[in-house]
C-alpha cells in the first residue's frame, strides 16, 4: 500500500498571491485532514473532508478552503496570502468515520509542504 | 490555557536512559496519539490510546481518563529517538488537537 504523498515539498510565495497545495491518500482511505504548523508549534487543525465534503473545521479563514475528489485526493488552497501564512502545511489520510467505530482511526501523515511567504 | 499541554517543551538525555513525556488534556476525549515527528516535518503516528496502556518496542504509552493524562515513555533510549513527540486529543468533530511537542535530544 502506498502511503500520503504530498506536492509540492517546498513553495516560495509572495503576500497577495494564491497557493495550492496536494496531498494524495493512502490506499483505502477516504477522509484527509489538513494541518498548518507554524514553527516551533504543534500543528493546528484547518479542515478535513470525508467522501468528498467537509466535516468539519478549525479557526481559520474562509481564504482557506479545500477540495477532494472522487478519487480521495485531495487540494489545500489558500488565497490572498500573508506573512503568516508561513508554515508548514500537513495533510494526513484516515478510515474517516468507519475507523472512528471500529477503533482503527489512525491518521497517517504526509511530509508535508513547507510554504513560505515573502 | 491551552487544551493540551505537554511538559517537558525541551528534554536532553543520555544514551541509554529512560524517558518520560507528559500530555494533560481538558476536554473530554475519545482518543489519544503519540506522534513523532523528524526534523523535515514528516510524522508518525507512534500510539493510539483510549484506556491503559500499550507497548511497542522500547516506548509504552499509559492513559488516566480519570486524570486526563497520558505518558509517553522511551526505554534504553537512543540517539535516533531524537525528534519531537507531539500528544493529540481526539475529541468532538473528529478533528485532532495537539500539543506544542516535546523536542529530545538524545547524546551518544
Known amino acids: ?118 | 490555557k491551552n487544551e493540551v499541554e505537554q511538559s517537558p517543551q525541551n528534554l536532553t538525555a543520555q544514551e541509554g536512559e529512560f524517558i518520560t513525556i507528559n500530555c494533560s488534556y481538558s476536554v473530554g476525549i475519545s482518543a489519544l496519539h503519540w506522534l513523532q515527528q523528524h526534523p523535515g516535518g514528516g510524522i508518525v503516528s507512534l500510539f493510539m490510546l483510549s484506556s491503559g496502556k500499550k507497548k511497542h518496542g522500547r516506548l509504552i504509552a499509559t492513559i488516566n481518563i480519570q486524570e486526563k493524562h497520558s505518558s509517553l515513555h522511551i526505554t534504553a533510549s537512543h540517539p535516533r529517538d531524537s525528534a519531537v513527540y507531539i500528544c493529540a486529543v481526539r475529541a468532538a468533530g473528529n478533528k485532532l488537537t495537539f500539543g506544542g511537542g516535546t523536542r529530545v535530544l538524545v547524546k551518544p
Not at chain 1, 15 to 39: D, F, I, K, P
Not at chain 1, 90 to 99: F, I, M, P, R
Open chain 1, 1 to 118: 500500500e502506498t502511503g500520503v504523498t504530498q506536492s509540492p515539498t517546498h513553495l516560495i510565495k509572495t503576500r497577495g498571491q494564491q497557493v495550492t497545495l496536494r496531498c494524495s491518500s493512502q490506499s483505502g482511505h477516504n477522509t484527509v485532514s489538513w494541518y498548518q504548523q507554524a514553527l516551533g508549534q504543534g500543528p493546528q487543525f484547518i479542515f478535513q473532508y470525508y467522501r468528498e465534503e467537509e466535516n468539519g473545521r478549525g479557526n481559520f479563514p474562509p481564504r482557506f478552503s479545500g477540495l477532494q475528489f472522487p478519487n480521495y485526493s485531495s487540494e489545500l488552497n489558500v488565497n490572498a496570502l500573508e506573512l503568516d501564512d508561513s508554515a508548514l502545511y500537513l495533510c494526513a489520510s484516515s478510515q474517516g468515520l468507519a475507523g472512528v467505530v471500529l477503533g482503527t482511526d489512525t491518521q497517517y501523515f504526509g511530509p508535508g509542504t513547507r510554504l513560505t511567504v515573502l
